[in-house]
């Protein structure tokens, strides 16, 4: 992947792209947001960041030790100032954990310095991501599934809110679904600019 610089133009389908802003990509645990968009950012020739890593490398430990030692409301305050200093670098691709939308400041953020995109994906999709993985401390509960399923219900009002959405299903590849993203930037007009 390049780490080339602002708006660099992209390859892809016989297309060649320049990325204006960046695209934010926002949904549950388990939609695939760090492998579609390291698969979206080659597409485009352009950096791909994650808040999450951004964060563990800040603090020198895990978003589970983060949560255990210094509690949610910590983790959401750091996760917001590092949200909004990527979105201030050349554009790239972003994905953001699964509580990042839900803050309305990270939804004002996202909407006055970048593009978020929901990969929509349904709970038997979400579960089978995630249901072997102990690296989510929201599941660590007696009813994981259960959990999910009210995480679920609770968010998927926000992530509604994105500027595109973008459905996942089970048999669509990563390269699918990075694909399909790409189809619905390039319609949403602004943010992907064609290079003649």
Known sequence: MSQSGKGAPGVAAGKRWKLNRTVVLVGMMGAGKTAVGRALAARLDVPFRDSDVEIEKAANMTIAEIFQRDGEEFFRARESEVIDRLLDA???????GGGAFLAARNRETIARKGLSVWLDADLDLLWSRVKHKNTRPLLRTAHPRETLRDLCEARVPLYALADVRVEAHRDYSIDDMAARVEAALAAHGDVLEEMT
Do not use: K, Q, R
């Not at 050349?90 to 953001?96: K, M, Q, Y």
């Open 90 to 96: 050349d554009p790239a691709i972003l994905s953001v």
